[in-house]
């Protein structure tokens, strides 16, 4: 694993990793896109980093599906990863043991639960079912849980996406992993999916309140297992 590539949507979960690796910012890399890339060398692992950028109307960081399959396509294109990493925070569910702050690791397969086409196989198509990067070692070694990643492009959870989870088993939440998945399969780059727990989208709270509470403890448990999962891939090298 000589080059990893990771994939953040927003500025705030970036920057601590940018800060510990000691990245620097590649200028003018994507034209007048908003997307920025940052590099470099961890030990023998060549990092690069793609934030999304800002929205030119609100000011705000791009999130969503739209702006991850433009990150995921720059990211390939331009610096050919070994392994692709989707960090950031999801939601959880609590009935399946899931805690504020707890870090899951994708595993098994990434869908979406937004798109519903219920015509034959088209069905199928929908949900994606695309492959991810084998997370057991590293969940085992490092001590983190893993669960099926689960995207839609709204905060919130209306009872027919909470039905569509139910088909595919998903329960990490999120809006980004299964875009960028879909990228990656067609590059047939490997993808793996670090997130941590801002909400439990079955907790009977406001999503956006829980979010908002605790986006910073999130925001650091994911940051510690960056790093710790870049340890692991740097000792696994030696090794070779
Ligand atoms: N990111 C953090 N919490 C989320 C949720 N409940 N749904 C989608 N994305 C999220």
């Known amino acids: 694993m000589k080059k990893i590539c990771f994939i953040i949507a927003m500025q705030a979960e970036g920057q601590p990793l940018i800060e510990h690796f000691g990245m620097k910012q590649l200028p003018h890399c994507f034209g007048n896109l908003p997307m920025k890339a940052y590099q470099s060398q961890y030990k023998d692992i060549e990092i690069s980093l793609i934030l999304n950028g800002q929205d030119a109307q609100t000011g705000l960081d791009h999130i969503g599906c739209e702006a991850a399959t433009l990150a995921t396509h720059l990211a390939i294109t331009n610096f050919h990863p070994d392994l692709l990493i989707n960090a ?8 399946k043991g ?5 870090v899951y ?7 979406f639960h937004d798109r519903r086409v219920s015509i034959g196989a088209w069905q199928k198509m ?3 079912y695309y492959p991810c990067f084998d997370s057991d070692t590293i969940a085992k070694v490092c001590g983190y849980k893993q669960g099926i990643c689960t995207t839609g492009s709204s905060l919130d959870l209306p009872e027919i996406d909470l039905q569509q989870m139910q088909k595919t088993e998903g329960e990490i939440k999120d809006m980004e992993a299964a875009a960028i ?3 990656a399969d067609l590059y047939r780059a490997p993808v793996l999916c670090i997130k941590s ?3 439990l989208v079955d907790s009977g709270r406001p999503t956006a309140e829980e979010f ?6 999130a925001a650091q448990k994911v940051k510690e297992a960056c ?7 740097a000792s696994q090298n030696k090794q070779i």
């Open 88 to 95: 950031g925070t999801a939601g959880g569910f609590m009935k």
């Open 197 to 199: 727990i801002t909400d």
């Open 105 to 111: 690791l994708s595993h098994k397969y990434i869908v």
């Open 126 to 128: 929908g949900f994606g």
């Open 98 to 102: 899931a805690r504020i702050g707890d």
């Open 212 to 217: 908002n509470e605790n986006i910073h403890l």
């Open 181 to 183: 998945a879909w990228v």
């Open 227 to 233: 790093f710790r999962i870049i340890d692991f891939f």
